[in-house]
């Protein structure tokens, strides 16, 4: 038994490596993350407002993302937020601070088709947002969201990065 075992554990190992048909997840490469907000400019001393995530398959063919983004209706949603000033000064952030069990019932993915964007809006996440500064009217910040789909790529998890400028009113 343990023969046949440790063979197939590395052919599947490897499966991924190989390229061509067994490309079953997205690389950041592959897919652009843009972020597009409800409402521009942002008001400085309001709550931070909601936003719409744009995910783009760069390649030509089909890939596959989990959407874990709201993994439960009673979970904020699960990605990491920062917001930067000119100064590269870390102004505020929201991070979602839980762990999901994953199981074959819990797990969806979204497929990307190649050119169409893939949008997830994120909402009801501002009273979370914990801010080291307040953000001042006029000026102009850098808005970083970051997405993981731990189940990527074997071995590590890949991150999507959206970045916005925004400016204060």
Known sequence: MKKLLLPCLILLTC????????NFWPE?????????LASEP?????PFP????VFTNKSRKEVRLL??????KCLKPDIILE???GEAREMAYYWARYRVERSVENTKFAVLKPGIP???PIRGFAKHVIYHHPLERGKKYLMKV??????????RSVGYVARKEFVTK
């Open 15 to 22: 499966l991924p490596s190989f390229g061509g048909g067994f």
């Open 28 to 36: 950041s490469k592959e897919v652009e993350c843009s972020v597009v």
């Open 42 to 46: 942002v008001e400085a001393g309001k």
């Open 50 to 53: 909601d936003f719409t995530l």
């Open 67 to 72: 959407d874990s983004f709201y993994p439960s």
């Open 83 to 85: 917001i930067w000033d």
């Open 118 to 120: 893939f949008q997830v």
């Open 146 to 155: 970051t997405y993981r789909d731990g189940y990527g790529t074997p071995g």
